[in-house]
């Protein structure tokens, strides 16, 4: 079975700060992808990384794929109270197999 | 430029009746993925279809769950004989053939009284 371990699980901080979320397996995955969760809706895709050692930038947000495909971290520099939400990691398989998705990391950031 | 589509976004059902979930995957993607998310807890996997075919299902209880994708029209999760702890959100997601970039609908939250 595989499984996704996301860390911290709760993240409070203030307005300019900056945070990093961390995704952990024992596990490879083909592709890893982010998510950003409000309450009441669905989760929406905010960037997928398939090759080892890969670096993606949006914006204020850089996300990591590790070099052996088990491991990937959100980073967010100066966060913003819109940056507030549920974070997911979830990691894929090839074309057309099941997402497995991390806790999730609820974050606060507070004007 | 549609996302991926679910109706009704909140079914309330007794106990004992049956609850029907549609979703409509964005336009060109044809698999379809249902998920479901228990009150504090992750997004756990249930079942993966293509057009008329189900190709993964290991992770939908083997009785009252049963989902299907039609030649024509949306998938349906259709769950017979709800209980108090099918209760949660469920998500539907799309991909194409060619990536494994899931799109989520914005789900249905049922809720069985």
């Known amino acids: 079975t595989q499984l996704l371990e996301q860390s911290p699980q709760f993240l409070s901080i203030q307005e300019g700060e900056n945070l990093t979320v961390y995704c952990n397996s024992s596990s490879v995955f083909s592709s890893l992808q982010w998510y950003r969760q409000e309450p009441g809706e669905g989760p929406v895709l905010l960037v997928t990384?398939?090759?080892?050692?890969e670096v993606k930038k949006l914006k204020r947000l850089t996300f990591q794929f590790g070099d052996a495909r088990k491991d990937s971290s959100l980073h967010i520099t100066a966060a913003q109270p819109g940056d507030t939400g549920l974070y997911l990691c979830a990691g894929g398989g090839a074309s057309g197999s099941r997402l497995t998705f991390g806790e999730g990391t609820q974050l606060t950031v507070n004007p | 430029n549609a996302g991926v589509m679910q109706n009704p976004r909140h079914l309330v059902r007794r106990r004992g009746q049956e609850a029907r979930l549609r979703c409509s995957p964005m336009?060109?993607?044809?698999?379809v993925y249902w998920y479901r998310q228990l009150p504090e807890e992750g997004l756990k996997f249930m079942v993966y279809l293509q057009k008329e075919n189900i190709i993964d299902e290991s992770g939908m209880p083997k009785e009252r769950f049963s989902a299907e994708f039609p030649k024509e029209g949306p998938s349906i999760l259709r769950i017979q004989q709800v209980v108090r702890g099918d209760s949660a959100a469920y998500f539907c997601a799309s991909s194409s053939e060619y990536y494994n970039e899931q799109f989520f609908g914005p789900g249905t939250r049922l809720t069985v009284l």
């Open positions: 336009k060109g993607h044809s698999h």
């Open positions: 990384v398939v090759t080892g050692g």
